[in-house]
T-cell receptor
Framework: QQPVQSPQAVILREGEDAVINCSSS?????VHWYRQKHGEAPVFLMI?????EQKGHEKISASFNEKKQQSSLYLTASQLSYSGTYFC??????????????FGTGTKLQVIP | NAGVTQTPKFQVLKTGQSMTLQCAQD?????MSWYRQDPGMGLRLIHY???????DQGEVPNGYNVSRSTTEDFPLRLLSAAPSQTSVYFC????????????FGSGTRLTVV
């Protein structure tokens, strides 16, 4: 069963912040985050491991709450280049164990001038 | 270093035909997976492999076969194409699931008529 992402879509003006959430009904070992631009392949952003630290680079960061089986992706001071569809992928939990990653249905983010 | 290479990029099949989608990676990654992407459904796992000679089913394996005779190659076979298999197919590979994200190929857009 796929993890649940929210919101399904969001529109931001340049410079605004956004949070994308990902949740699972079962225990998770790791959470991946990817961004996909229209007509292209998904691109890996970061991975968060159970017991690991919050990760991030530049103005995109993420957290992982193991007890709640939730992860959040934070985009601060958004830029036009941040537009795309964001997917979380979970390992363990709903995906059933190690070695296979199950993706959510995605959050479409549009940044406008 | 080509990364993950998928062929063909586009394909039209008639119902009942069979074909093989090719996937090759030159990064010596142990893990490889096949996903299909349909509007509103996100990325759904078809089959995955944790090494040469080892494969397992994902969320939507029916109608597809895989084999992994080498580390580099992970072909996906459609046994008898159906219109429901019209989709974009992505192959992805990872050095290791724990701590590493997936590198995706550019995708194969398949239409079954």
């Amino acid at each position: 069963q796929q993890p649940v992402q929210s919101p399904q879509a969001v529109i931001l003006r340049e410079g605004e912040d956004a949070v994308i959430n990902c949740s699972s009904s079962k225990a998770l070992y790791s959470v991946h985050w990817y961004r996909q631009k229209h007509g292209e392949a998904p691109v890996f952003l970061m991975i968060l491991l159970k017991g690991g630290e919050q990760k991030g680079h530049e103005k995109i960061s993420a957290s992982f709450n193991e007890k709640k089986q939730q992860s959040s992706l934070y985009l601060t001071a958004s830029q036009l280049s941040y537009s795309g569809t964001y997917f979380c992928g979970t390992e363990g939990g709903d995906s059933g164990g190690y070695q296979k990653v199950t993706f959510g249905t995605g959050t479409k983010l549009q940044v406008i001038p | 270093n080509a990364g993950v290479t998928q062929t063909p990029k586009f394909q039209v099949l008639k119902t009942g035909q069979s074909m093989t989608l090719q996937c090759a990676q030159d990064m010596n990654h142990e893990y490889m997976s096949w996903y299909r992407q349909d509007p509103g459904m996100g990325l759904r796992l078809i089959h995955y492999s944790v090494g040469a000679g080892i494969t397992d089913q994902g969320e939507v394996p029916n109608g597809y076969n895989v084999s992994r005779s080498t580390t580099e190659d992970f072909p996906l076979r459609l046994l008898s194409a159906a219109p429901s298999q019209t989709s974009v197919y992505f192959c992805a590979s990872s050095q290791s699931i724990l701590g590493h994200g997936y590198t995706f190929g550019s995708g194969t857009r398949l239409t079954v008529v």
